[in-house]
Nanobody, 122 residues
Framework: QVQLVESGGGLVQAGGSLRLSCAAS??????LGWFRQAPGKDRDFVAA????????FYGDSVKGRFTISGDIGKNTVYLQMNSLKPEDTAAYYC?????????????????WGQGTQVTVSS
């Protein structure tokens, strides 16, 4: 059974930090990524990591503030979010890709988690 289980969301004040986790099971993948979606908006790319080699990619709005990392032994990807802003408020989704299609495109991923809510208060 394919599962991507996110955790770590919550409410934080602006300037604070959160760490999201996503545990993958029941699938093989080449890349894991994070996307986010605010109410009434499109799902936007946040970050991604190639599982072999560890190459990372970031959306422009989070560069320098967020860090994606992976634990191969646990099949888990993390998103460390620092200096959070109210505009980071969204549901955050973990995604897994079997191949190496566009890392910033939602269509480049084959499996999705249920999402975890991040709310940043001003």
């Amino acid at each position: 059974q394919v599962q991507l289980v996110e955790s770590g969301g919550g409410l934080v004040q602006a300037g604070g930090s959160l760490r999201l986790s996503c545990a993958a099971s029941g699938l093989t993948f080449s890349r894991l990524g994070w996307f986010r979606q605010a109410p009434g908006k499109d799902r936007d790319f946040v970050a991604a990591i190639n599982w072999s080699g560890g190459t990372t990619f970031y959306g422009d709005s989070v560069k320098g503030r967020f860090t994606i990392s992976g634990d191969i032994g646990k099949n888990t990807v993390y998103l460390q979010m620092n200096s959070l802003k109210p505009e980071d408020t969204a549901a955050y989704y973990c995604a897994a890709a079997r191949g190496y299609r566009g890392y910033a495109l939602a269509g480049g991923y084959d499996y999705w988690g249920q999402g975890t809510q991040v709310t940043v208060s001003s």
